[in-house]
C-alpha cells in the first residue's frame, strides 16, 4: 500500500511519533474536517456521505469519551459536552439539520481552537 502511497506512510509516521497532545488535536482536526464535509454533502443533498462523515465525527468524539481520565473534574464537563455534541450530530443526521450540523461544527472548532491555545501555553510554561 505505501508503495503506491508514500503520503500514507508519512502520515502513519506522523501519528506513531505524536504526542497525546497532538493526538488530541488530530482528533480535533479530523472532526472539524469531517463536518465540513457533512455541511458540503448536506447543502447538496447527498444523504448518504452526510451520514458518512457525521459517522466519523461521532466515532471521534466516542473515542474522546472513552479516553478520558474521570479522576479529575474537567473530565465529567468534557464528558457531558461530548454527549450533547454526539446527541445533537445525530438529531441533525436524522433530520438532515443544517442549524443543528452547523451549531456542532461550531463547538467542534471552538474545543479545537482551545486545545491549541492550551498547547501553546503549556509548551511557554516549559520554556
Known amino acids: 500500500m ?6 500514507a506512510k508519512i502520515k502513519e509516521n506522523s501519528i506513531n511519533t505524536a504526542t497525546p497532545e ?6 480535533y ?3 472539524v474536517k469531517f ?6 454533502a448536506l447543502e447538496k443533498k447527498d444523504y448518504e456521505n452526510t451520514n458518512k462523515f457525521i459517522h466519523k465525527v461521532k466515532n471521534i468524539l466516542r ?9 479529575y473534574d474537567i473530565a465529567h ?6 454527549e450533547y455534541m454526539y446527541r445533537r450530530i445525530t438529531e ?5 439539520d443544517m442549524e443543528k450540523l452547523n451549531e456542532v461544527l461550531g463547538y467542534l472548532r471552538l474545543f479545537r481552537d482551545t486545545w491549541k491555545e492550551a498547547m501553546k501555553i503549556a509548551r511557554a510554561g516549559k520554556s
Open 2 to 7: 505505501y508503495k503506491n502511497n508514500p503520503y
Open 22 to 27: 497532538q493526538l488530541t488535536l488530530m482528533l
Open 29 to 31: 482536526d479530523g472532526m
Open 35 to 40: 463536518a465540513n464535509q457533512a455541511v458540503v
Open 63 to 71: 473515542e474522546l469519551q472513552y479516553t478520558l481520565n474521570m479522576d
Open 77 to 82: 464537563e468534557l464528558f457531558a459536552a461530548y
Open 92 to 96: 441533525a443526521n436524522i433530520e438532515s
